[in-house]
């Protein structure tokens, strides 16, 4: 047997006895001079950080993406830039509204993120499980937020504090009737597809720009609990997801998805019914269709999972060159609220953590702070401003963005396309078979239990116009 390592203190010290307090006499108290007692303690209450506001409980792994098809002509991003390139990931994925812990197999919308370690600095694919989203604008976010978590005084979720908020943001219907479908409750990570969601844009070494939905498409094939099932399993397992995400890893069966993507020339975005940049919309796939760019698998299990699940940070803002952003209001909210929550969550140093750690060479002059724990990075310390003649890194102007024309007063507009808010989330519900709709009729009618009658009729209303027959169905399964 291999011989122990030497206990030691955080400062390296070895440490004698790690079972008996020092204590003055047999029976006496214990001596403050125990500090190897005092640092054990004084870590054991720091062992927690704050857990993220949303998206807490999660499950992650890494893996590989590799390109299968060439979509250099639209992109001049590195990541994408040859057939057979790979690139080192971290995933991670969660759900919305439970706590850290939470049983995993609730329905919710799940989180579906991707750091891709690029050559030119990390990529974040800040994702979920779903196409579209409850909102278009980044100032419902905190309230709708609030309505999925606790209740101030009776600690306990609220179905009548979502169904008012949902029947009052008639937006929200799309992503309510995905998450009330089949699709609400995946069996695992691995059995669900990711989704961009927002549009992002492509730009090409010939300055052109093109609108871009990402899609991962699982190769695992859909599979989904339904409530019954689900309760079942929360009943024997809390841990759904780690133990069937590591366990398959362990086991060598690495999940794979397809990476798909919908382009979307810059000028059709004044064209079509709907606004392309409306978080709640697809771009229905007929109109653009899905071409295939590459598969990320995920192969091998974290050695840490508080370091690179936990610590992991990922955030829309984390773009390379190649990739941009778009009109989207939510995503622009995004912008700032996801490094802004790492920042209180991690400190400010968290990019230079071992799960977010740039692969590539990272200069740049900001300064001290919390754990500032690497030295100047690029090792001249001469150069600490900018600009200087210290020979420290330099702009690069050759990865400027095209740019981008914007036409129009600044004001708050009316969020209105020709299609509305109705079209989309009809279309979905027509695509169910009859099995299909009545478990979302019973799901949406279970949701319901305990919600004042006048907030049901708001949002049977919204069914209605969706579809009458969608409607009509709820109804009966709330024997209305
Ligand atoms: P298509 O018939 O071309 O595609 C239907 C899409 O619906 C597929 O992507 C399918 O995903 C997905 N889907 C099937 N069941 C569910 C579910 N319970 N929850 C979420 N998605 C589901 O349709 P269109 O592109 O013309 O769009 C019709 C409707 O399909 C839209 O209104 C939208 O609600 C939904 N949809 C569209 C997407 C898009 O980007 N166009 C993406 C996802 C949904 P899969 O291929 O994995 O089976």
Known sequence: MAKSKKLTTSAGAPVSNNQKSLTAGNRGPVLMQDYKLLEKLAHQN?????????????WGAMGTFTVTNDISKYTRAKVFSEVGKQTEILSRFSTVAGEAGAADTERDVRGFSLKFYTEEGNWDMVGNNTPVFFIRDGYKFPDFIHTQKRHPKTNLRSNEAMWDFWSLTPESLHQVTILMSDRGIPTAPMFMNGYGSHTYSFWNNDGERFWVKFHFKTQQGHQHYTNAEAATVIGETREKYQEELYGAIEKGEFPKWKLMVQIMPETDAEKTPYNPFDLTRVWPHGDYP???????????????YFQYVENAAYSPSNIVPGIGFSPDKVLQARIFSYADAHRYRLGTHYEALPANAAKTEVNHYHKDGAMRFFSNDFGNPDAYYEPNTKNGPVEDPSVEEPPMKIDG?????????????????????????DEQKQRLFNNIAAAM????????????????????????????????
């Open 46 to 58: 720091r062992e927690r950080i704050p857990e993220r506001v949303v998206h807490a409980n999660g």
């Open 290 to 304: 899905l071409l295939e760019v590459g598969i990320l698998e995920l192969n091998k299990n974290p050695e840490n």
């Open 409 to 433: 007063d600044i004001t708050r507009y009316e969020d209105q396309d020709q299609l509305g808010d109705y079209k989309q989330p009809g279309d979905l519900f027509r695509l169910f078979n």
């Open 449 to 480: 239990q305990g919600v004042s009658l006048e907030i049901i009729e708001k949002q049977l209303a919204h069914f209605d116009k969706a579809d009458p027959a969608y409607g009509a169905g709820v109804r009966k399964a709330l024997n209305l």
